[in-house]
T-cell receptor
Framework: EADIYQTPRYLVIGTGKKITLECSQT?????MYWYQQDPGMELHLIHY???????EKGDLSSESTVSRIRTEHFPLTLESARPSHTSQYLC??????????FGEGSWLTVV | QQQVKQSPQSLIVQKGGISIINCAYE??????FPWYQQFPGKGPALLIA?????SEKKEGRFTISFNKSAKQFSLHIMDSQPGDSATYFC??????????????FGKGTHLIIQP
């Protein structure tokens, strides 16, 4: 059973607003990830981290940014949201050479 | 360039039948091949995974078949049940597990099991 939590689960915000999607895991995993998924579509890696103070960009270019100040916490921030950012954002974590566990996702709608 | 190709995009199977989803990969450095199951509104959950040193792995009604020479692997769901209706993603990674940059996913298969 994975212990990875995302908040908020659902968010509707106006264009231009700054938002932060929170992700926390209690498993002590070193690696954390953010994937973006449109409804019913494939998952795209947008950010990942090997550990504290490590952040890397994924395969899909994203205007979002991430930080990793604590092992258990990997928030994703959009400085100025746009309708094109409407999507589901999935946080995940794993040990260095282990199974990737996903949170339940944050559904973002920008109007 | 899509590194993991998944088919079919959608699949309808009668209750009790066998559901088969196929994936093909290009990168021979991949050495970990998991399948994830995703229900609407939920995150993907690991279903079953295989490494290239075996040709088949079975867990309950779920079986992965792996063909290293063809660079293909497939998921078989035996005695399919309505509760199996979900989206299934195959994936691949390097470095035995999470990989350097996470998993590369297929585009998913929407499976519907008709009662």
């Amino acid at each position: 059973e994975a212990d990875i939590y995302q908040t908020p689960r659902y968010l509707v915000i106006g264009t231009g607003k700054k938002i932060t999607l929170e992700c926390s895991q209690t498993m002590g995993h070193d690696k954390m990830y953010w994937y973006q998924q449109d409804p019913g579509m494939e998952l795209h890696l947008i950010h990942y981290s090997y550990g504290v103070n490590s952040t890397e960009k994924g395969d899909l270019s994203s205007e979002s940014t991430v930080s990793r100040i604590r092992t258990e916490h990997f928030p994703l921030t959009l400085e100025s949201a746009r309708p094109s950012h409407t999507s589901q954002y999935l946080c995940a974590s794993s040990e260095l050479l282990g199974t990737i566990y996903f949170g339940e996702g944050s559904w973002l709608t920008v109007v | 360039q899509q590194q993991v190709k998944q088919s079919p995009q959608s699949l309808i199977v009668q209750k009790g039948g066998i559901s088969i989803i196929n994936c093909a990969y290009e990168n021979t450095a991949f050495d970990y091949f998991p399948w994830y199951q995703q229900f609407p509104g939920k995150g993907p959950a690991l279903l079953i995974a295989i490494r290239p040193d075996v040709s088949e792995k079975k867990e309950g009604r779920f079986t992965i078949s792996f063909n290293k020479s063809a660079k293909q692997f497939s998921l078989h769901i035996m005695d399919s049940q309505p509760g199996d209706s979900a989206t299934y993603f195959c994936a691949a990674s390097m470095a035995s597990g999470g990989g350097a940059d996470g998993l590369t996913f297929g585009k998913g298969t929407h499976l519907i099991i008709q009662p």
